[in-house]
C-alpha cells in the first residue's frame, strides 16, 4: 500500500498519464467492510487490464487504511484529515490517477462478472463518449433502476413517485427506457448513477471535475450534465452489471440526512444550471408535495393499523416532515454542508 497523507496537494506522478488502462477510485467513509468485498470482487473479475486502485479515507479513521495495507498491499491509500464529501475526495483521488479513463466505484458494489473490462471495451469504442454507467443490482439481483436517470427538472421531480414510475417506466420523463429496452444492449441516456461511473481523462477534466458544491448527491447527475455539454455523449452499458448495495455509508448518519441532503442538492442543481427563480420554485412546489404527502399519510394511518404496516406510515411521515421543514428552510444543520 502507497499511503498519501495530503490529498489536497497535486503530487508528483512516477508515470505519466495514459501509463495503465483504468484508475478506480473509491471513496471510503465507515465502510471498511465494503471496501473489502468491493476489492476481492475487482480482483477476482477484471483481468487482462493494467489498472490501479486508489482508495480516499474522507476522514472516517475506521480502519480501512490497516485493512489495505493487510489484504492489498498494492492499494494507493489516501488519508484526509477532514470529510471532503464524494465529489472533493474524488477529485482529489484523481490527482493521483495515472491512467487516461477513471472509475468512480462505491465501496458498497461488487462485482458479479468482468463489468469493467466490458466498460472500458464500450469507453473506448462508442462514438463521442465521455462516459459510460453499469447496469446496477439489488442484492436480490433485481434491477436498481436509479442506475439510469433523466436530468433533474421541477416536473419529474414533483411527479417522482414509486407507483408512478411502476405504471409509466418507459416515459421519457424518467429517461428510463434504456432500462427495459429488448434485447439489452448499449444505449445513450442522459445520467447514470455515481456508484459506477467510467469517464475519459480529456471528457472529465474538460467537464471540470466533480462539482465541490454537493456535499452528497447530485455531484453524478452535474457531471453527466457538464459532460454532455462538453459535446460528448453519456452511455448506459446493461452488458456490464455489478451489485450496488446501496447507502452503505449514508444509512450510519442521521435519519433523515439522505432525504433532505438529496432535496437540497438538487436545487443547487437548480440554482447553478437553471438560475435561483427556478430553485425557488422547486423549493416552493416540494413544499405543497411534501403536505399533500402528510396529508396521505395520516389519513392512511387507521388502514395501515389494521394491516399491521404502522411502522411504514410513521418512516413516511418522518421522512415527508423533514422534507417540509426543509422547504421552509427550518432544516438549519444542512448548513454545515454549503
Not at 56 to 72: P, Q
Not at 158 to 175: I, K, Q
Not at 222 to 230: G, M, P, T, V
Not at 305 to 312: A, D, E, I, P, Q
Request: charged share 20%; with cysteine.
Amino acid at each position: 500500500m502507497t499511503p498519501v497523507e495530503n490529498p489536497e496537494i497535486d503530487t508528483k506522478r512516477e508515470d505519466a498519464p495514459g501509463s495503465l488502462d483504468v484508475s478506480i477510485i473509491i471513496v471510503n467513509w465507515k465502510s471498511t467492510e465494503y471496501v473489502k468485498k468491493c476489492l476481492e470482487s475487482v480482483y477476482q473479475f477484471t483481468k487482462d487490464l493494467r489498472f490501479e486502485v486508489i482508495v480516499i479515507d474522507s476522514a472516517s479513521y475506521d480502519g480501512c487504511g490497516e485493512m489495505l495495507a493487510r489484504d492489498f498491499s498494492g492499494v494507493i491509500f489516501i488519508q484526509s484529515s477532514e470529510n471532503l464529501g464524494f465529489a472533493k475526495a474524488n477529485n482529489a483521488a484523481v490527482q493521483h490517477a495515472h491512467a487516461d479513463v477513471f472509475l468512480f466505484l462505491n465501496p458498497d458494489t461488487e462485482l458479479i462478472s468482468p463489468a469493467i473490462n466490458l466498460l472500458y471495451d464500450q469507453v473506448n469504442q462508442l462514438p463521442s463518449v465521455g462516459a459510460v454507467g453499469a447496469k446496477l443490482l439489488n442484492a436480490d439481483r433485481t434491477l436498481q433502476i436509479s442506475c439510469v436517470q433523466s436530468i433533474p427538472t421541477i416536473l419529474n421531480q414533483t411527479l417522482d413517485a414509486d407507483l408512478l414510475r411502476s405504471v409509466f417506466p418507459r416515459a421519457a420523463l424518467w429517461g428510463m427506457a434504456a432500462l427495459w429496452a429488448e434485447p439489452e444492449k448499449e444505449a445513450e441516456v442522459e445520467s447514470i448513477s455515481g456508484a459506477c461511473i467510467m469517464a475519459k481523462r480529456e471528457a472529465f477534466e474538460k467537464a471540470g471535475r466533480f462539482s465541490s458544491d454537493y456535499f452528497m448527491y447530485c455531484e453524478d447527475t452535474e457531471l453527466c450534465y457538464k459532460i454532455s455539454a462538453s459535446g460528448y455523449k453519456i452511455y448506459y452499458i446493461p452488458q456490464a452489471a455489478l451489485i450496488h448495495y446501496g447507502g452503505g455509508s449514508s444509512q450510519q448518519s442521521r435519519g433523515q440526512f439522505s432525504n433532505v441532503m438529496m432535496r437540497d442538492s438538487i436545487s443547487r442543481f437548480f440554482t447553478k444550471t437553471r438560475g435561483r427563480w427556478y430553485s425557488t420554485a422547486y423549493r416552493a412546489l416540494m413544499m405543497v408535495s411534501a403536505l399533500c404527502r402528510l396529508a396521505i399519510v395520516v389519513l392512511s394511518f387507521p388502514f395501515q393499523c389494521v394491516r399491521g404496516k404502522l411502522k411504514c406510515s410513521q418512516q413516511a411521515f418522518a421522512k415527508w416532515k423533514a422534507i417540509f421543514l426543509w422547504s421552509l428552510g427550518a432544516q438549519t444543520w444542512i448548513r454545515q454542508y454549503k
